[in-house]
């Protein structure tokens, strides 16, 4: 298995641009996470997805992010209008459900974002 | 909510000097415990993990953890560092039918010297 893919690896653009981040799981895998990583905040979980399903966004900074899933197998998550604050590197997770608990989580590569 | 406290945030040490890193959680209900490690210019990797058992558990390249439920802890100890463990390590919570949401630490950046 290819393990996580996400694109772009590297992203810079400019205050005020749209910014999409995409994310293909692990085939077979229930879970799908959105993660936000910077010196200042360590790595804050933003949302993720059960069966496609967002469960919890609770991490999302505010309206200017948004994320989907519209099928198994491809997320994205969107900036609009990205702000410099928003530069650090974002990851994408997936993991079975395997009922047992303790399911553990894969990463991606990260898309490392710097919004000039 | 739960929270997880990694005490040091910037570790350096010798080849061949004995590690450990600390974590301490909080949450009163059942918990899976993992530590994770993230390479130079890599992603996050699964070192061990814990969900139930021996508390004792054992992780990839020497690596053990020990969950204390009494201390709320679940350090991370390696007998002898090389210096390809020079990464950031991070511990990690998740609650038993929490939907494998993990809450992470804030991380500790260990430096091996040789």
């Known amino acids: 298995d290819a393990g996580v893919i996400q694109s772009p690896r590297h992203e810079v653009t400019e205050m005020g641009q749209e910014v999409t981040l995409r994310c293909k799981p692990i085939?077979?895998?229930?879970?799908l996470f959105w993660y936000r990583q910077t010196m200042m905040r360590g790595l804050e979980l933003l949302i993720y997805?059960?069966?496609?399903?967002?469960?919890?966004d609770s991490g999302m900074p505010e309206d200017r992010f948004s994320a989907k899933m519209p099928n198994a197998s491809f997320s994205t998550l969107k900036i609009q209008p990205s702000e410099p604050r928003d530069s650090a590197v974002y990851f994408c997770?997936?993991?079975?459900?395997?009922?047992?608990?303790?399911?553990?989580?894969?990463f991606g590569p990260g898309t490392r974002l710097l919004v000039l | 909510a739960q929270s997880v406290s990694q005490h040091n945030h910037h570790v350096i040490l010798s080849e061949a000097a004995s590690l450990e890193l600390g974590c301490n959680y909080s949450?009163?209900?059942?918990?899976?415990l993992f530590w994770y490690v993230q390479y130079p210019g890599q992603h996050l990797q699964l070192l061990l993990k814990y969900f139930s058992g021996d508390p004792l558990v054992k992780g990839i390249k020497g690596f053990e953890a020990e969950f204390i439920k009494s201390k709320f802890s679940f350090n991370l100890r390696k007998p002898s560092v090389q210096w390809s463990d020079t990464a950031e390590y991070f511990c990690a919570v998740s609650i038993t039918g929490g939907g494998n949401k993990l809450t992470f630490g804030t991380g500790t950046q260990l430096k091996v010297e040789l």
């Open positions: 997805f059960n069966n496609n399903v967002p469960i919890d």
């Open positions: 949450y009163g209900g059942t918990v899976n």
């Open positions: 085939s077979g895998h229930d879970y």
């Open positions: 997770a997936s993991s079975p459900n395997q009922g047992r608990g303790g399911e553990t989580q894969y």
